[in-house]
């Protein structure tokens, strides 16, 4: 896997490759492998069959808008240059990433299985385990603070001892590429281009860092307050929760961009349809202004964009609007979601 997520790509990461099954070492004991009781927060529906009465979707308008980084901060591995004039449609996204509430309504309509079920593991935050220890397998090489974690899956996203309706505003996690594109098939909706996810995230700001300006704690008019589920602390073993969040938050916590969509830095990484190449804005440079980009027809991974709560500046800054990353299809973790797109 690749980009600010995974062992392999030049910089520490934060989500992980599916792991092969069985593990060729179990480590039942490690540093810290008391469980870890972490509230999850959120409320439960009463009703989880029935789909919410309002609309999640905000309209974005069409326009041009300059793609990638125009500081020069990112990683080369993760291709964020050149800067490069993309025309987008308008369309209809979602404004929120999709929540454990409304996966468990896709979950009880359709019976499907999501690929951390089928694989019977899944990848969760060290300091947010909730699992016996026979449930802990390894620590994952390269990324010790990636707990491998039997039973954790979108239903119990800290491990088996924990339970989706304990945080149902939350983002869904331990989805797949493969489980959101099943989820959009039952949904009537599709995944958002990569073009599309940083021309909504940007809401209207252009060429600015984060989506409410170029300053993390300072706002436009130079408020000081955080913005974004992001870690502050000693990472990775000291959160000091000043923005009041250990993992994710809620889907509405802190406010929208400009285009009403919340949480397009940090909380959790989402998926985009395309196939990840780090040379493809190379390719786009050279076409000028490219109309609604679909991304390479191949890659090493799909992509992802956000950020999510375990980015920090000591080792990674893909928090920001022109970061990119990517993984395998079928990979998934406690850091991973998605939005939607209207068709």
């Not at 940007?202 to 989506?211: A, T």
């Not at 490219?290 to 950020?307: F, W």
Request: hydrophobic share 35%; net charge negative.
């Amino acid at each position: 896997m690749a980009g600010c997520c995974s062992p392999g790509a030049g910089a520490e990461e934060h989500s992980l490759p599916r792991l092969p099954l069985p593990l060729a070492e179990v480590e039942r004991r490690a540093d810290a492998t008391t469980a870890v009781e972490v509230s999850l927060g959120g409320t439960p529906s009463a009703d989880r069959s029935v789909r919410a009465a309002q609309p999640n979707d905000v309209q974005v308008p069409g326009g041009v808008f300059t793609m990638g980084d125009p500081f020069d901060e990112g990683y080369d591995a993760d291709g964020e240059s050149p800067v490069h004039q993309v025309r987008v449609s308008p369309f209809r996204i979602s404004a929120t990433t999709v929540t454990n509430q409304e996966f468990a309504e896709f979950i009880d309509a359709t019976g499907h299985r999501t690929e951390s079920e089928v694989f019977g593991t899944s990848a969760v935050f060290h300091l947010a385990v909730t699992a016996d220890h026979k449930d802990i397998l390894n620590r994952v090489n390269n990324v010790p603070w990636w707990l491998n974690v039997r039973g954790a899956d979108w239903a119990h996203p800290a491990g088996p001892l924990s339970h989706w309706s304990d945080a149902a505003d939350h983002p869904v996690t331990h989805v797949s590429h493969n489980d959101a594109l099943a989820y959009c098939a039952w949904a009537g909706r599709r995944l958002p281009t990569e073009a599309e996810w940083e021309y909504a995230a940007r809401g209207g700001l252009s060429g600015q860092r984060y989506p409410w300006g170029n300053e993390l704690l300072n706002d436009a008019a130079g408020t000081a307050a955080h913005h974004c589920n992001i870690w502050q602390g000693d990472f990775p073993v000291r959160n000091d929760l000043d923005d009041g969040y250990l993992t994710t938050a809620p889907v509405r916590s802190f406010a929208p961009n400009g285009y009403g969509l919340y949480q397009t830095s940090g909380n959790v990484w989402e998926w985009c349809s395309d196939w990840f190449l780090p040379k493809y804005y190379k390719t786009c440079l050279a076409q000028g202004t490219v109309e609604d980009p679909q991304g390479p027809t191949i890659g090493r991974g799909r992509v992802m964009r956000g950020g999510s709560y375990l980015c920090h500046d000591s080792y990674c800054n893909r928090y920001r609007l022109a970061a990119r990353s990517s993984n395998t299809p079928d990979s998934a973790s406690a850091n991973l979601g998605f939005r939607t797109v209207a068709l």
